[in-house]
């Protein structure tokens, strides 16, 4: 079944929810919310109908008293949780009708989650130009920064998904991370990524390769080194996970080697690892596009490079 089509807007960059009522012998509206939502105070359910927030197909509020009609949808707005400010801002590398390429900062989100529902780079993106359609191309960490593709009109959207799917886009990062002297580079990491069970980390394990990572140096100072990262696949944290795997983990990671608390509003220790070059065949026009991040890594302090 498609998705319906919405009667009323996006609010705040975010697009509205929406519940199809199923078959049930629910005498009122909000005697089926009550028991769908059973989260929700039930005095919170009714206050939202009084105020009107929750509509049907043509955008009508439904009442307190409004009848359950099975085969129909309702549509709201989600609460949003208290939001958390990400104070820093992105940079629009390109623009056109098409296509949006942007420099994201380390810590925001590219897409609404959680606290980062409104604080986020799509929802700051919508904001910003007045599009509500534009939607990522691709993912990228919310601790990573550097470039990243977001797509303004819904029937491109397949033809660039496309060559994320064939491989036919280059990536590079770079990362400040850790110094082994007895690692021979250039290298090519080789290794096989799981979810974990416990965590929303991954892990490496035993099993065929579904993973690989070209990594070179650029540079070298004391226990620490400046790396260019050339992924030839998209595992979730592949480049985390695989540097760290070789003993030499990235500045301020804090999900590996080992799972840290949550850093909150602590902005302080951004991850030292950046998407700095994308690269392909722009599936509309044709061109060859090549976008670099501007942005800069930061070494560690002097203290901690001794």
Avoid at 33 to 50: E, K, M, N
Avoid at 84 to 113: A, C, G, R, S
Avoid at 216 to 222: F, M, P, T, V
């Amino acid at each position: 079944m498609a998705k319906p089509i919405a009667p009323i807007p996006h609010k705040d960059g975010i697009a509205p929810s929406f519940v199809g009522l199923p078959q049930g012998d629910w005498p009122l509206v909000q005697d089926f919310l009550i028991a769908r939502f059973p989260h929700v105070a039930a005095d919170d359910i009714r206050g939202r109908l009084l105020r009107g927030e929750v509509v049907d197909e043509t955008g009508t509020p439904y009442r307190v008293d409004s009848p359950y009609r099975a085969g129909t949808v309702l549509w709201y707005y989600r609460p949003q949780p208290e939001p958390l400010t990400v104070p820093f801002t992105e940079t629009i590398l390109y623009q056109d009708d098409i296509l949006l390429v942007v420099d994201k900062p380390h810590f925001l989100p590219v897409t609404p989650v959680g606290r980062y529902a409104l604080e986020n780079l799509q929802t700051r993106l919508r904001q910003r130009l007045d599009n509500p359609d534009i939607t990522t191309l691709h993912r990228l960490d919310k601790e990573t920064a550097g470039v990243i593709l977001f797509c303004q009109q819904p029937a491109h959207r397949h033809a660039y998904h496309a060559l994320f799917e064939s491989r036919q886009v280059q990536k590079t990062y770079e990362a400040i991370a850790g110094f082994r002297r007895d690692l021979v580079l250039p290298y090519v990491h080789h290794s096989r990524i799981e979810n974990r069970d416990d965590a929303f980390t991954v892990q490496e394990v035993a099993g065929a390769p579904n993973s690989e990572t070209a990594i070179e140096l650029i540079e070298q100072r004391g226990e620490y080194a400046h790396y260019r990262l050339a992924p030839h696949t998209g595992r979730k944290h592949q480049l985390r996970v695989h540097l760290a795997g070789l003993g030499i983990p990235i500045v301020n990671d804090a999900w590996y080697p080992e799972l840290m608390p949550d850093k909150g509003n602590d902005f302080s220790s951004p991850l030292q690892l950046l998407a700095r070059t994308i690269e392909f065949i722009d599936p509309v026009t044709g061109e060859a596009r090549q976008f670099s991040s501007q942005r800069t890594l930061v070494w560690p302090a002097p203290s901690m490079m001794s």
